[in-house]
C-alpha cells in the first residue's frame, strides 16, 4: 500500500531542515502534518468529490497559507484528484498506485517505455527503484513494478546483466530504496545511452 511522508509543502523535505528559502521554515513539524491530515480527513471521510469551498469550512481550526500549500502538493503528487468543476476527491490506494506506476516525465517515461538497454542498465534500475521509492510505493510494490519493467520493457531479454534473475537484481538495488536516493540523475544518464540506440 502507498505510503505518504507528509513533506514540507514549500521545500519537500521531510523533517525539520527546511531549504534557507523555505516559507514554512520555523513551522512546527507537527503543525506540518496536521494540515495534510485536515485536508485527508475531510477528503477520505466523504463518499462524494467535496468542493475546495467545502473542505475549507471543514478543516479542523482555521484555514490558511500552510493549509492551502498541502493541499497544493496533495494534487501535485496524484493523491487528491481535481475534477474539472474543481471538486476534490482523494484517491484509493490502487487508483493511485496504478496512476504512478507509469512515469509520465522525462527521463523517466523513456526508461519506462523503452527498458534499460546495456550500458545503462545500473542506473536504469536505480532510477526505477528511487521512482517508485519517491512516489511512496512499499519496498515489496516496487520490487514487484520494477521486476515487471524488466520483464515487459524487454531489457531482461536484451541480457548484460550479472544477476541470474529481475528478482535477484532488484532485491540487490534495496539499498537504493531504503537509502531514498534521487532518480533524476541517474535517470538522464541512462535515458542519454537509451536515445543513442534507438
Not at 67 to 94: K, M, Q, S, Y
Request: hydrophobic fraction near 35%; include cysteine.
Amino acid at each position: 500500500m502507498p505510503r505518504f511522508s507528509y513533506p514540507c509543502p514549500g521545500c519537500r523535505t521531510t523533517n525539520s531542515l527546511h531549504e534557507l528559502d523555505c516559507e514554512f521554515e520555523g513551522t512546527p513539524w507537527p503543525t506540518i502534518e496536521k494540515a495534510y491530515t485536515d485536508c485527508l480527513s475531510v477528503l477520505s471521510a466523504s463518499p462524494t468529490p467535496v468542493a475546495e469551498s467545502t473542505l475549507r469550512e471543514s478543516v479542523h481550526g482555521e484555514w490558511g497559507p500552510l493549509h492551502a500549500a498541502a493541499l497544493r502538493t496533495l494534487t501535485a503528487v496524484d493523491r487528491v484528484e481535481r475534477a474539472d468543476d474543481g471538486t476534490l476527491r482523494l484517491l484509493t490506494a490502487a487508483e493511485y498506485t496504478e496512476l504512478v506506476s507509469e512515469p509520465t516525465i522525462e527521463p523517466m517515461r523513456t526508461i519506462y517505455e523503452h527498458g534499460s538497454v546495456p550500458g545503462c542498465h545500473d542506473n536504469a534500475v536505480f532510477a526505477m527503484i528511487a521512482w517508485y521509492e519517491m512516489v511512496d510505493l512499499s519496498w515489496a510494490e516496487t520490487k514487484e513494478a520494477v521486476v515487471e519493467w524488466l520483464r515487459q520493457s524487454g531489457a531482461w531479454d536484451r541480457g548484460g546483466f550479472e544477476e541470474s534473475s529481475p528478482e535477484e537484481l532488484v532485491e540487490n538495488k534495496r539499498h537504493v530504496y531504503e537509502a531514498g536516493y534521487g532518480w533524476k540523475q541517474a535517470g538522464r544518464e541512462a535515458k542519454a545511452v537509451i536515445d543513442r540506440q534507438r
